[in-house]
């Protein structure tokens, strides 16, 4: 068996000849091996590959010049498996006769060289019969009365097809490398030419000089999506310039979604996929109540958070009953029952009371006692519509994560970003920083507004940013100067996020570090513009989920 | 502060508050530092490279300044057939080190992440990206772009030619190095030929094209006289230096001036003490701001680099006779294209002929290309039992280069190199009083 990875490789070929090819597609749970023989930037979908090589037993593999990561793992493996056929086709750019011409004469030299290392003979008769047997594959449609998604980008594993499957929504298509169907081209006379001609006519990928006219076939496939993914793939940079370039046009909402091959990521991408798919249709997929609790009217929102869980009861009017605030320990459902337990007392009402109860947060899908889960994206969306009307951009920075959303003058989701990924910008990078100092978390806020030298802080990262930090106390900067610092570094993270959802006043942030004054007056004077920040910001999750509850009675 | 610098920090408020109404003033800046270079030259440098600075600071200035004499192109697309429609080539990576000078290269940078471009992307082409697209920078009529040597090229001048509407020629380089491989490398560049005569309404005369390679030739054995030359004797320089010696052999080869310039260094040089320290061989971008890097290389009589694989990266004697060939050839077989191991082999020559103590590659942020094979090339120097340090960091964005790491490593590696020679000075004493 020999395996590949590019759609313009000539699997059939192969296949006439008695050869099993199999399309590798990583699933892995680390990069231990790739990271002793590659370099940690190499893109994460080349270093899969090579986990996958190393675990499973394949004659060789058929690799195309694809891309710069895609040609250090042939030399990778070129190096590492010298008995195997490890094959390195050189793919043209350039469509027209002179690249189908050596794309042909580089195929024919392939065949020579697998004939000689397989004692297998290439036959160009069998070969015609082979590919007039193979049937068209299935092509994606839409479907009526559904959410119709399409995907774009870099090649997407099925673990992101199966989120959109079990959140019922449809997939109208799929333009990535790993969804298009084969186009075989048969032609009589020239069989291999034909063969050729017609693999380098596939919908091209962004490596083809021909990729511009991919615009077109997208504006054309995209009319029949409600919301499109645009996947990347994290050290892959090529689709973020189509990314930023649908951007400006495509009148579609689109969810930028980097993946990085392996299962660690898959809590981030059902997040970002589900809030999508709420902002697209918000009724569409919801359960509805089961006859349960009609009369009396309290429900629930809880906000299952890493740094703290928060519980709001709310009753019909709208009218906060009471919330609670309490710290997540090591086991989330233990936080969960908490802050259940506390919010209950404080509003004098029994579980029985509670009519419905909406879970959101990372924890959401572990809080056992809710009756359905909403991300924390649209939940942070209605609530902060709830507390002011006039919001349009939300900046919330919680514990783990950062995130900017983008709202509509009736508080739908019209657009977001998050940070998950780096702790540079979220709540723990402050949490580190104040014990380097030797302050409380509350207190770094305080002193940073006294601070009189500007210093900057130019790591982007938080381990880096720390050692920084050690190194500015070594010169004897001052604690206040140096708790500026990090503020504004925070906020140009912050920045960043907010610029990529429009910037759109009137501002709210919401989560933990809202109650900075240090970073709230530093994101202020980035945007140019105050922040509205309402007396409990960690609770706006849990509200709006509250909000989600009681709209499921028509309130 | 320096009036410099501070005409330097106005220039960045201006265009960080008000991108594209700055340029005048960019503008002026270049050319100001082109008459420094000339008149007062950086101290402490030899004189070669200081007429290198002040050769490579008026190409760019004098270019810039007159917007129809240039075309936008990358590192490797063929500057001397370019230079035969009296057009000269900007490269949009040298662009982005000068843009630099303006400290400039965050705001670019961030820029460019901003509006959807990936963070992981090589630095020096968001700088570029971030350049254009805030519309700081204005644009020529044209460019051209080799796919070599990575995936950026392509995709950058794409975007570029949809957002701002500056057509481009790519030409795709096969990896392989067969006669099928240069035909059709020759091809595309006989069209570009065709592409510039009817874009600049100039005729294309091929004897010129041929002029420019038997200087190309004759400039790449001098300057690898240069290099056996720097081997032995200390020539102060910075890292910068290297650049742009880099820059001269990709935007310059081809002119009499720069060939010159490489003849006066050879001349120079012999007028310089022997190099008694480490020689090294460096591989891939210098970041020429690094402060722990500038302290162990720039003029230093302990440790000179003597040698880049960027600036000498083909070896190519080129046939005149068929020049559009030749041209094909040359980019083909550059060590920058194909598998590492021709990379490993060439660099392998490097260092055969000019025997360096030790190897340094610096990983680029964002080059998988260079970054990837790193590894491997180790593998290769430690078969030729040259010592190879590889750092990671950024070439032209400070904020991605750690100077806690990078000065650690390099004085740990510098440290063995130093143990090294004591112990072998120890085993000679040894065997002498033996």
Redesign the interface.
């Known amino acids: 068996m020999l395996g590949y990875i590019c759609k313009y490789a000539p699997v059939e070929i192969f296949q006439s000849m008695g050869t099993e090819m199999e399309r590798i597609e990583p699933e892995v749970t680390n990069f231990n091996q790739a990271e002793i023989r590659m370099h940690p930037n190499i893109c994460s979908f080349a270093k899969g590959v090579l986990e996958e090589i190393m675990k499973k037993d394949y004659e060789g593999v058929i690799l195309t010049t694809c891309c710069d990561s895609i040609r250090r793992l042939y030399d990778v493996l070129k190096e590492e498996f010298p008995e195997k056929f490890i094959y390195m086709l050189d793919t043209p750019r350039i469509t027209k006769e002179a690249g189908i011409a050596l794309y042909e004469q580089r195929i024919r030299r392939m065949i020579g060289e697998y004939e000689k290392f397989s004692g297998k003979t290439f036959d160009e008769k069998k070969f015609l019969e082979f590919i007039k047997d193979r049937e068209q594959e299935q092509q994606y449609a839409g479907k009526q009365g559904t959410l119709n998604i399409g995907i774009l980008g870099a090649r997407a594993d099925d673990s992101m097809k199966e989120i959109l499957r079990e959140n019922k929504a449809n997939i109208a298509f799929d333009l990535t490398c790993t969804g298009l169907g084969r186009k075989i081209l048969i032609d009589e006379k020239e069989i291999l030419a034909g063969y050729t001609r017609g693999l380098l006519g596939q919908f091209p990928c962004m490596r083809m000089e021909q990729a511009a006219n991919r615009d077109e076939l997208i504006r054309r496939f995209a009319g029949s999506a409600d919301g499109i993914i645009y996947h990347t793939v994290q050290f892959c940079d090529n689709y973020a310039y189509e990314y930023a370039w649908l951007k400006e046009w495509l009148d579609r909402p689109m969810l930028l979604l980097e993946t990085d091959y392996t299962r660690q990521s898959s809590g981030q991408i059902r997040t970002r996929i589900e809030a999508f798919l709420e902002s697209l249709a918000p009724e569409i997929h919801r359960e509805r109540p089961t006859g349960k609790g009609e009369k009396a009217m309290y429900v629930m929102g809880i906000d299952s958070g890493s740094t703290s869980t928060n519980a709001v009861i709310m009753d019909q009017d709208r009218k906060i009953r009471a919330f609670s605030v309490v710290r997540t320990g090591a086991k989330s459902g233990v936080s969960a029952r908490k802050a259940l337990d506390g919010v209950l007392e404080k509003a004098g009402l029994s579980r029985e009371d509670i009519s419905w109860i909406v879970s959101t947060g990372y924890g959401r899908v572990s809080i056992d006692f809710a009756d359905e889960n909403v991300t924390e994206i649209s939940c942070h969306g209605k609530g902060a519509h709830y507390f002011n009307p006039k919001i349009r951009t939300i900046l919330d920075i919680g514990g783990q994560d950062s995130k900017a959303i983008h709202l509509n003058e009736k508080g739908e989701v019209k657009d977001f970003v998050m940070n998950d990924k780096c702790a540079a910008g979220t709540g723990r990078f402050l949490e580190m920083i104040a014990r380097t100092l030797e302050v409380s978390l509350d207190e770094l806020g305080v002193i940073a507004l006294t601070s009189t030298e500007k210093i900057e802080i130019t790591s982007m990262c938080s381990v880096f940013a720390e050692s920084e930090v050690i190194s500015l106390i070594a010169n004897n900067k001052e604690k206040a100067d140096i708790a500026d610092g990090v503020c504004h570094a925070i906020a140009s993270k912050a920045f960043g996020l907010l610029r990529r959802v429009g910037l759109e006043s009137d501002f709210m942030m919401t989560g933990g570090v809202a109650k900075n004054p240090g970073v709230v007056r530093a994101v202020e004077e980035k945007i140019g513009a105050g922040l509205y920040i309402c007396e409990e910001p960690e609770i706006v999750g849990a509200a709006g989920a509250a909000l989600y509850a009681l709209e499921k009675y028509g309130f | 502060m320096w009036i410099a610098d501070k005409y330097i920090d106005h220039v960045k408020e201006q265009t960080m508050e008000h991108p594209g109404e700055s340029w005048e003033k960019m503008l002026l800046g270049f050319k100001a530092n082109k008459l420094r270079t000339k008149l007062l030259p950086k101290k402490g440098i030899s004189k070669g490279y200081q007429k290198l600075e002040a050769m490579m600071m008026s190409f760019v200035a004098d270019s810039l300044g007159k917007p129809e004499s240039y075309v936008w192109g990358n590192i490797f697309a063929p500057s001397e057939l370019i230079g035969c429609f009296g057009l000269h080539t900007l490269s949009i990576e040298c662009l982005s080190c000068y843009f630099s000078g303006y400290h400039l290269e965050d705001f670019f940078i961030?820029y460019a992440?901003?509006?959807?471009?990936?963070p992981?992307?090589?630095s020096y082409h968001k700088t570029f990206v971030g350049a254009i697209d805030s519309g700081a920078v204005p644009v020529p009529e044209y460019a051209v772009t080799t796919?070599l040597s990575?995936?950026?090229n392509?995709?950058?001048f794409?975007?570029l030619e949809?957002?701002k509407g500056v057509p481009f020629t790519?030409l795709?380089v096969?990896?392989?190095d067969d006669p099928?491989?240069i035909d059709?490398l020759a091809?595309?560049l006989k069209d570009f030929a065709k592409e510039l005569e009817n874009r600049f309404g100039r005729k294309l005369e091929e004897e010129k094209l041929r002029e420019a390679i038997r200087i190309e030739n004759e400039t790449r054995r001098a300057l690898m006289e240069f290099f056996q030359l720097q081997s032995e004797r200390y020539y102060p320089g910075e890292l910068i230096s290297h650049l742009y010696m880099m820059m001269g052999m990709h935007l310059l080869i081809g002119s009499q001036d720069f060939l010159d310039l490489i003849r006066f260094m050879i001349r120079d040089i012999r007028n310089y003490p022997k190099f008694v320290g480490k020689k090294i061989l460096w591989i891939h971008l210098l970041p020429f701001y690094q402060e722990t890097l500038q302290s162990y290389f720039n003029s230093s009589r302990k440790y000179q680099i003597i040698a880049s694989d960027i600036i000498m990266d083909s070896m190519e004697e080129m046939d005149e006779t068929k020049p559009f060939h030749a041209l094909a050839g040359k980019i083909i077989r550059n060590l920058y294209n194909g598998?590492?191991?021709h990379k490993a082999e060439m660099v392998g020559e490097l260092a055969k002929s000019l025997k360096p103590d030790a190897v340094i590659q610096f990983?680029h942020?964002?080059c998988?290309?260079s970054?990837?094979?790193?590894?491997?090339l180790k593998e290769k120097m430690q078969e030729m039992e040259i010592p190879m340090l590889i750092l990671?960091g950024d070439g032209i964005d400070?904020?991605?280069s750690?100077d806690?790491q990078i000065r650690t490593r390099l004085e740990a590696f510098l440290e063995m190199l130093d143990t090294g020679e004591d112990k072998e000075t120890s085993k000679k004493e040894e065997k002498k009083v033996c």
């Open positions: 961030d992440q901003n509006t959807g471009i990936a992981t992307l090589c796919s990575c995936d950026g392509l995709n950058t794409r975007y949809k957002k790519f795709d096969p990896y392989r099928e491989s059709y091809k595309q598998s590492y191991s990983c942020w964002g998988k290309q970054s990837g094979g790193s590894l491997l990671d400070r904020r991605n750690h806690g």
